[in-house]
């Protein structure tokens, strides 16, 4: 039997190693249904850093999204010449990691498909971010890691695991 609460903000949550709720929303040039995870163990003891990261995350989501995209792009100007070097001589490369000029060209590259906010055990530590596939690091993924509000750190997603 699968755990099931109604919370005061979060909404309607399923737990799954984690409260998960899924969402349709717009961001990267797509509508599409993402999940949310809030961290937290069965007994959905949530911390109030984390009720406060999700309000701020979506008090103004376009606004929010607009900072991902800016910080995505910028990452991806910054590292894209060391990712297209370690592909090397693939033919593929300019499919994985093409050279793009607007962050507009980044979307066909990076698929959000959840929204995490991870236990902090920290009260001043407000932590959210998106957990991406992308072309590039098929692995490792794509974070985009928000702390009070601003992004502080593009990488691999374990910057929010």
């Known amino acids: 039997m699968q755990l099931k609460i109604k919370h005061e903000v979060f909404d309607d949550l399923t737990y799954d190693y984690g409260w998960i709720e899924n969402i349709e929303l717009e961001l990267f040039g797509v509508r599409k249904?993402?999940?949310i995870i809030i961290d937290a163990d069965?007994?959905?003891?949530?911390e109030t850093a984390q009720v406060q990261a999700y309000n701020e995350f979506f008090n103004d989501f376009e606004e929010t999204v607009r900072h991902a995209e800016i910080a995505?792009?910028?990452f991806y100007q910054k590292e894209s010449?060391?990712?297209r070097a370690q592909y090397g001589n693939?033919?593929?490369i300019n499919k994985y990691v093409p050279y793009i000029e607007r962050k507009e060209e980044f979307y066909k590259l990076v698929s959000?498909?959840?929204i995490i906010f991870p236990a902090t055990f920290d009260k001043s530590k407000q932590?959210?971010?998106f957990l991406c596939e992308c072309s590039w690091e098929m692995e490792h993924g794509l974070g985009i890691k928000f702390e009070n509000g601003?992004?502080?750190?593009?990488?691999?997603?374990?910057i929010l695991l």
């Open 42 to 46: 069965e007994e959905a003891y949530f």
């Open 150 to 158: 601003e992004v502080v750190e593009v990488g691999f997603q374990d």
């Open 72 to 74: 995505v792009f910028n």
């Open 33 to 35: 249904t993402l999940q």
């Open 112 to 114: 959000p498909e959840q």
């Open 90 to 92: 693939d033919l593929d």
């Open 127 to 129: 932590i959210a971010g």
């Open 81 to 83: 010449p060391e990712i």
